[in-house]
């Protein structure tokens, strides 16, 4: 299988720059550098099989959280990735999807592991992906090119840092599905949760390849491990937090383009996209200051930085040094 294009990947860089991981602030990945504070995580959480009491728990702060409309369902699973691998599936057999790129790879992927499902470069296919607000260049994507469609898919993995932004009140209309992820903002990304928003009809398709197998059926039992349904039981529900870490965000955002003083091609409040002479050389003149970026296997220009921990500003400043 061939590898995908992702941020991370730090042993690599360790491997080739030196030092530890502790000496390394990874900026190749958009998460919250500050993340939500987890706490005690109950015995029960760990020890027994997640129950149905405590995804209803979930499921309701995500529904509050959002501000899910009445007409749609949510389905919960273990991040958003197990749910857009089994997007292909909600739908005829085989087909073609439109996938506007640069974007998130995972879409496209998914369709192509079908062997059945191709990936198209026109619009005039019944079945769209759009990544709202988009990864890596933070392109937003308006009510217009929505709906109307079998499927139309609206990942808005990145939009909880402008909730004035989402989609969410087309998630009850047939044919739409809006992703979450809830790694991103709360930080959390180990935790592997996400969320499926939509109509009934969307979510359970009469046309599907396997007649009768829900998006819940295609994940299984225990979708979401039992410490997850806690912990993000506890961070959708606490919105005095969430509105704090947008405000640090919005100006650490500001703050991180001030520093590094490149054209702003794009990004979002959770990562900034900016345009370089070449990106494999500012990659690796940051990697010499321990300071991973995320380069782009298309582009030969574009540098994507994540924010920085409060306490390693520094650090990045002194990498930076040099690179305009």
Not at 198 to 214: M, Y
Request: charged letters at 20%; proline letters at 6%; glycine letters at 10%.
């Amino acid at each position: 299988m061939k590898k995908r294009d992702h941020g991370g990947g730090l042993d690599a860089a360790i491997a080739t720059y030196g030092g530890t991981r502790g000496d390394w602030l990874d900026l190749s990945t958009g998460i919250n550098p500050v993340p939500y504070p987890v706490g005690e995580i109950s015995a029960d959480a760990w020890a027994a099989l997640p129950d149905s009491a405590a995804m209803d728990r979930l499921l309701a702060a995500a529904r509050t959280f959002w501000n899910v409309p009445d007409g749609a369902e949510i389905v919960a699973a273990n991040g958003a990735s197990a749910i857009i691998a089994k997007v292909p599936y909600l739908g005829p057999a085989q087909g073609e999807a439109y996938i506007p790129t640069p974007t998130y790879n995972e879409h496209a992927a998914a369709f192509d592991a079908t062997n059945q499902w191709w990936v198209a470069d026109a619009s005039t296919t019944d079945t769209h992906v759009y990544v709202h607000p988009n990864n890596p260049d933070g392109k937003t994507w308006p009510i217009s090119a929505m709906g109307g469609r079998r499927l139309t898919v609206i990942d808005e993995s990145f939009c909880d840092v402008a909730p004035d932004l989402s989609h969410i009140a087309m998630a009850e209309d047939q044919g739409i599905l809006v992703l979450k992820s809830f790694g991103k903002f709360w930080g959390l990304a180990g935790v592997r949760l996400g969320f499926a928003i939509g109509a009934q009809v969307t979510l359970d398709p009469t046309d599907g390849p396997i007649r009768c197998a829900t998006l819940s059926e295609h994940l299984g039992p225990w979708a979401v491990a039992g410490p997850a349904l806690e912990i993000g039981a506890r961070a959708l529900e606490d919105v005095k937090w969430a509105e704090a870490t947008r405000e640090r965000l919005a100006a650490d955002a500001a703050r991180l383009d001030e520093l590094v003083g490149l054209p702003v091609v794009g990004g979002t409040n959770l990562f900034r996209l900016y345009e370089v002479e070449n990106a494999e050389v500012a990659q690796a003149h940051l990697a010499k200051g321990h300071v991973w970026s995320r380069i782009f296997p298309y582009s030969k220009t574009w540098l994507r930085l994540g924010l920085p921990h409060p306490d390693r500003w520094d650090q990045l400043e002194a990498a930076i040094e040099g690179l305009r």
